[in-house]
């Protein structure tokens, strides 16, 4: 069974976007919303860091170095410039759409495996994660106007 592989991969990926998260919040403190967001996202991820604990301890972990590899490339720390928020903004979009995924395909073999604590555990999370998604998107969004057109 190669689902402790999955499980070791998103519960480190998980880490790594609530550092991430983090980062931005820290880095962008000029912008209130952002750090307050980013700030509850990044609890969030805290939060399905513990409820993988179970889990991990039920099937294992094999941990992969694919979270950490992207978070050290996409935001080891934050941007500054006109387009630092954008570009921060994208490179945590790309950490989440993985987490996100990453969650979608566990939930698959909760399904098969009829686990109904992991089933419970995906539901709760996975939908976390789509939000958290989708407010990166709009914040993208909002912000892409000011810093490609209006910016010098």
Known sequence: MKLPVYLGMLHRAEGELAASFRTVADGHGDEPDVRSICTVLAKQCDAHVEAMRPLVDRYGSQPDDEPERLHAVALPEPRTGPLALLRDLQDVHVLASFVDMT????????????????????????????????????????????????AG
Do not use: F, H, N, Y
């Open 103 to 150: 969650w979608t395909l566990v939930g698959q073999a909760a399904a098969s495996l009829r686990d109904e604590e992991l089933q419970r555990i995906v539901t709760e999370c996975e939908a976390e994660t789509t939000t958290q998604v989708a407010w990166l998107t709009t914040r993208m969004k909002q912000s892409a106007p000011q810093a490609l057109v209006v």
